[in-house]
């Protein structure tokens, strides 16, 4: 009999829609998940040895941004040593810490404890790194030092701005997905300060250029760039949003270097012929490299994935001002957009 044979195709690649609202569905979990910028609703600087916090006004840190703050969370204290943690107040039934480089909540990595009024609580862990306590919806973290004193941030997952994002949908947080938006431009040099600039044609046919500020990756070619444009203060946050791209590599490799330039570089392919202690003739041939991938000059831009910066959830998250030359001068209808124009309360 015959052997059979099935015929198995290969899964189809996802579109590009597919792809665009999966980043979509990413984008909106980075933004909702606890201890986010839309969850941060003060930060207040350590002045004293020893500080009380909470939403009454007899504490000397009042937390006025937490709908459901305690009247008193408890005493920050600043030890001599360096040490700073927190005694909890005798009302607070029930606290715990997670480690804040995951930034999703208790039990995460570092630490994982409960606490109950009266407990001392470290507020930086065995690492150094600050830990998050949480109390309820009320998450305490410290932030680095600035101006000669500590700060404590302060979440709560009751945020207004938090509670909105959550209840809001995808079409409502993003703009409606559009291939034209994911643009190729050229790279180039501005002559006047030398920086490289990006050149692109919009969908609306305006000829546009931004500066690259911030230095491109050398390893994958990825850069960054703040902007702003006409939808910002409405349909978008007034303080810009930022976009990602990529410098595509040439299709010609870089030529392998030239024998006078390999001779005193030891990674170079080399033949070393030698012998071992019986008298055999080793001969070791080291592995030739790959021809490495030259950059061009074109970029790829998706400003469907173009997204809101910190600032724009809360003002106590820090975003550095859109370099001016970056304002284009047309309304990019694509990305992330706002629900009712600026988050902030």
């Keep these: 009999m ?76 600043l030890h001599p040593s360096g040490r700073i943690d927190m005694v909890l107040d005798g009302s607070i039934r029930h606290a715990a810490i997670g480690d804040m480089r995951s930034r999703s909540g208790p039990g995460t990595a570092e630490a994982a404890a409960a606490f109950e009024g009266g407990d001392v609580v470290p507020l930086r862990g065995a690492s150094g790194r600050p830990v998050l306590l949480q109390i309820g919806s009320v998450g305490l973290m410290l932030a680095p030092p600035k101006d000669g004193f500590h700060w404590i941030l302060v979440f709560d997952d009751l945020a207004p701005a938090l509670t909105r994002l959550r209840a809001a949908s995808l079409d409502q947080l993003f703009f409606p997905i559009r291939p034209e938006w994911r643009i190729l431009g050229d790279l180039g040099r501005d002559p006047a300060s030398s920086q490289l600039v990006i050149m692109f044609t919009a969908p609306s046919g305006h000829r546009a250029q931004l500066v690259l500020v911030d230095p491109v990756d050398p390893a994958t070619g990825a850069f960054a760039i703040a902007f702003h444009d006409l939808t910002n203060g409405n349909e978008t946050a007034s303080s810009g949003r930022v976009v990602s791209g990529l410098v595509l590599k040439s299709a010609q490799p870089q030529p392998p270097p030239s024998p006078s330039s390999t001779a005193s570089q030891p990674d170079q392919p080399q033949t070393v012929v030698s012998r071992s202690a019986s008298g055999t003739v080793v001969v070791n041939v080291s592995r030739q490299e790959a021809p490495q991938q030259a950059w061009s000059n074109q970029v790829v831009i998706d400003f469907n994935r173009a997204m809101h910066r910190p600032s724009a959830y809360t003002r106590f998250a820090h975003s550095a001002p859109v370099d001016p030359r970056n304002r284009l001068q047309f309304r990019v209808e694509a990305g992330e957009r706002t629900i009712l124009g600026d988050l902030i309360p």
């Design 2 to 77: 015959p052997p059979t044979f099935r015929v198995v195709h290969p899964p189809p690649q996802a579109s590009f829609h597919e792809l665009a609202l999966e980043w979509q569905r990413q984008r909106t979990k980075s933004t909702t998940r606890p201890c986010s910028p839309a969850s941060t609703v003060a930060l207040h600087p350590l002045r004293a040895q020893q500080e009380t916090l909470g939403a009454s006004p007899a504490n000397s840190i009042i937390i006025s941004g937490a709908p459901s703050c305690p009247a008193r969370l408890g005493t920050v204290r």
